[in-house]
């Protein structure tokens, strides 16, 4: 089982164990998030930050969203939830502003070194375009437009809160069967068509014409779903089209396998599927990982999708 601390204008303080605990992590959502329910020690209402253990290293950093204190009978039990770092970003505002060639450092010391984050993994070469923060934008999404546009995929902020701009770049493989590194006790194999998306209409010249057109090679051609990009007027690109169209076939298959045992691995990880039933998968990778513990033991429930 993890084990907890939690950190206050006192220091660090350990929790007791854990009575039960549900940690998140999803490819598509910046924050990691934990729920955590404890036997009630004196001080852990005065928690700011709380820190999940695996063995001595650190899987879990975030900022303590609730504390909800319960009382039943002769028994007081306290619930804490909290978001790791990238949840930081999520809740404040950036300041408007412009950027020409901005570099990596830039963004960094101006975005996420004043929410306490330490130093950055990627290069810092600039980006050579425009990029302009708006009004109401929060400073996840300077962040992760910077890095979209410059490497042309999402940033990650791990769960111990590591920053990195061009995502996992570990290239261990994770390998699940019965007589691989990973078993599992149940596994579902998910296509779902209809979230294929089969062509892009785009509008690249004035009038009302979306006369441009990019199809989905990996699309059924007896099955016809469409959507509308506006290139001129729209803040749409043929990038914006061929993002929906990879979008809609990462979104078209899934596994998912129930795993009797603690999995702390990265989203984002690389992975393959050794089944003799579902069939073997090479290409794959870790959309989201669902961790519980309590009275009936451990179990993590992976989401694999394929990398297009």
Do not use: H, M, W
């Given at each position: 089982m993890l084990s907890f601390r939690?950190?206050?204008?006192?220091?660090?303080?350990?929790?007791?164990?854990?009575?039960?605990?549900?940690?998140?992590?999803?490819?598509?959502?910046?924050?990691?998030?934990?729920?955590?329910?404890?036997?009630?020690?004196?001080?852990?209402?005065d928690g700011d930050f709380l820190l999940g253990y695996e063995n001595s290293s650190l899987v879990f950093k975030g900022q303590i969203d609730e504390i909800v204190t319960l009382k039943s009978s002769n028994k007081i039990t306290v619930k804490i939830t909290a978001r790791s770092m990238a949840g930081i970003l999520l809740d404040n505002e950036a300041e408007p502003c412009i950027y020409f060639n901005a570099s990596s450092s830039v963004i960094f010391e101006r975005h996420l070194k004043p929410f306490g984050f330490a130093d950055f993994e990627g290069d810092n070469e600039p980006y050579f375009g425009y990029l302009k923060i708006s009004k109401g934008m929060s400073q996840w999404q300077v962040f992760e437009n910077y890095c979209?546009?410059?490497?042309?995929?999402?940033?990650?902020?791990?769960?111990?809160?590591?920053?990195?701009?061009?995502?996992?770049?570990?290239?261990?493989?994770?390998?699940?069967?019965?007589?691989?590194?990973?078993?599992?006790?149940?596994?579902?194999?998910?296509?779902k068509r209809y979230k294929v998306i089969s062509e892009v209409r785009l509008k690249v010249v004035q009038g009302n014409r979306y006369g441009s057109a990019i199809k989905n090679s990996l699309a059924d051609t007896r099955l016809v779903r469409r959507r509308y990009v506006d290139a001129l007027n729209g803040g749409g690109s043929v990038g914006t089209a061929d993002r929906i169209i990879k979008k809609s076939n990462e979104n078209a298959f899934e596994v998912v396998l129930t795993c009797p045992y603690r999995l702390m691995c990265e989203v984002g990880r690389k992975a393959k599927l050794r089944d003799e039933t579902l069939g073997s998968f090479d290409g794959l990778y870790v959309h989201k990982l669902r961790y519980t513990s309590d009275s009936s033991g451990e179990k993590t429930v992976i989401t694999l999708k394929k990398e297009i």
């Open positions: 939690i950190t206050t204008r006192q220091g660090e303080k350990l929790l007791p164990s854990p009575i039960a605990v549900v940690y998140n992590s999803e490819f598509s959502v910046p924050a990691d998030d934990v729920t955590l329910e404890i036997p009630y020690v004196k001080g852990c209402e979209v546009n410059k490497y042309g995929r999402s940033p990650r902020i791990t769960g111990d809160g590591r920053v990195l701009l061009n995502g996992i770049s570990d290239e261990e493989v994770l390998c699940f069967g019965k007589n691989e590194s990973y078993d599992y006790t149940s596994a579902e194999k998910k296509i």
